[in-house]
Nanobody, 127 residues
Framework: QVQLAESGGGLVQAGGSLRLSCAAS????????MGWFRRGPGKGREFVAA????????YYADSVKGRFIISRDNAKNMVYLQMNSLKPEDTAVYYC????????????????????WGQGTQVTVSS
């Protein structure tokens, strides 16, 4: 069992930055992928980024590539999402999640691959 808790959301102007944090507790194996997803107003949940818990492999949605950076701190059991150059279309509830099967691309981009989810944190980007 893994528990996840996101924090760091808020209101920011377009062009600004935010860093989201995800605190993980429970048993996390090095091969697991940790992912960030988001659900915008009236939209389904979409993949944002993922990182293997042991490091080395990261994946990004095209819409955030070059603006967002996913990282992890194994010692603190934390996963982060640094979001730069934010746009109004980045407005969403952001969720972190755990993928235990860890098959990589393309599976890591699929919501159904993830077993555990946090409660989400709201990010609002004003124009």
């Amino acid at each position: 069992q893994v528990q996840l808790a996101e924090s760091g959301g808020g209101l920011v102007q377009a062009g600004g930055s935010l860093r989201l944090s995800c605190a993980a507790s429970g048993r996390i194996f090095s091969n697991y992928f940790m992912g960030w997803f988001r659900r915008g107003p009236g939209k389904g949940r979409e993949f944002v980024a993922a990182i293997r818990w042991s490091g080395g492999s990261t994946y990004y949605a095209d819409s955030v590539k070059g603006r967002f950076i996913i990282s992890r701190d194994n010692a603190k059991n934390m996963v982060y999402l640094q979001m730069n150059s934010l746009k109004p279309e980045d407005t969403a509830v952001y969720y972190c999640a755990v993928d235990r099967r860890s098959l990589g691309i393309p599976f890591v981009q699929r919501e159904g691959e993830y077993d555990y989810w946090g409660q989400g944190t709201q990010v609002t980007v004003s124009s």
